[in-house]
């Protein structure tokens, strides 16, 4: 079974960076795709980044392009979401997920969380001064 373990978060100061991990473990990790995600209270959960098994595929939401880079190494079964110029708005729990996608990815998004079937355990990202 596919296991996510999430590090990384915290509190910062507007301005400022953070990096989240998110380790895959378990048959046929490597073959994901991995989407970062976050959801504040009584909000929906909304895509941040996603980033393709190969590394080549990358996709950012409007809100986050230009501050967060999403990486992936590739030996070490680990997706890295670098977060600068960090904003107030950003405060949220950062989920990453996994997903082979669907059948039919013609008009897939995939900053939605329908096909995503991992989950890792979630982090605390907090930017306030």
């Known amino acids: 079974q596919l296991q996510l373990v999430q590090s990384g978060g915290g509190l910062v100061q507007p301005g400022g960076s953070l990096r989240l991990s998110c380790a895959a473990s378990?048959?046929?990790?490597?073959?994901?795709?991995i989407g970062w995600f976050r959801q504040a209270p009584g909000k929906e959960r909304l895509g941040v980044s996603y980033?393709?098994?190969?590394?080549?595929?990358?996709k950012y939401a409007y809100s986050v392009m230009g501050r967060f880079t999403i990486t992936r190494d590739t030996g070490k079964n680990t997706v890295f979401l670098q977060m600068n110029s960090l904003k107030p708005e950003d405060t949220a729990v950062y989920y990453c997920?996994?997903?082979?996608?669907?059948?039919?990815?013609?008009?897939?998004?995939?900053?939605?969380?329908?096909?995503?079937?991992?989950w890792g355990q979630g982090t605390q990202v907090t930017v306030s001064s």
């Open positions: 378990g048959p046929s990790s490597s073959v994901y795709d």
């Open positions: 980033i393709g098994k190969s590394g080549r595929m990358i």
């Open positions: 997920a996994a997903t082979t996608g669907p059948s039919d990815d013609t008009g897939w998004d995939p900053l939605l969380p329908d096909e995503y079937v991992s």
